[in-house]
């Protein structure tokens, strides 16, 4: 079974630009799949209509076999992490990562073991009584993980997430998130530009050109041609 089949779907925006053609993409249960290609081709387009935070124009998103083009993000067990963090400045470290949960009335006691076992995961759990901007840059990429970890999701989805950090912190959140994604077997699609991230995260590559998929494969097989 596919965690998730993009099929044959295409996005044209109400001005007439077509974002995505004809994507026909699948993807394996824990598989971690990044969509690589040059600004405007279409990457956000597609993750976005995943997420559903886009409609699709025409064609299927099939997420663990069921059909979620008319579902609300809300309800898709799909968790989005940002480059920008889209934590909450007023609220503690416990709140932000707490946030999802507290909306969707879960039990205080299950909100507190979520929240603790992904803080002690990410190791936050010193900071849980903190506010973001008493963190370091890596921190705050942490409690933006955790938010989306905490709610247990099929599907992580990565939008750019290190573009707005330096080289080092670049490196290490690589790494990290690598790892953690081996660790959960969380399935995840991750957006970037930069190569070198598709190169070293991916289990598989999609590449994107002007809305098309124009090749998808192991990074070996990508990258390493003879
Ligand atoms: P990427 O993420 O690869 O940079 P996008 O998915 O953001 O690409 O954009 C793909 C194409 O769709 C670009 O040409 C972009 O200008 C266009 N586009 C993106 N969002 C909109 C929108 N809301 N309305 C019209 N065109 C859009
Ligand atoms: P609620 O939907 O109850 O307000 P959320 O703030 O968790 O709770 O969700 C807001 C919307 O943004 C949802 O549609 C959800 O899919 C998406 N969302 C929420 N939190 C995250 C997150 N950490 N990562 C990604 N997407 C999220």
Redesign the pocket.
Known sequence: MSALEIRNVSKI???G?V?TQRADISIETGEFVVFV?P????????LRMIAGLESVTSGDILLADERINDLEPADRNIAMVFQNYALYPHMTVFNNLAYGLINRKYPKAEIQKRVEATAKMLQLSEYLHSKPKELSGGQRQRVAMGRAIVREPKLFLFDEPLSNLDAKLRNTMRLEIKALQRRLKTTAVY?THDQVEAMTMADKIVI?NR?TVEQIGTPQAIYHRP
């Open positions: 925006y109400p001005n630009k974002a290609g600004s405007g081709c279409g990457k956000s387009t597609l957006v994107l809305g």
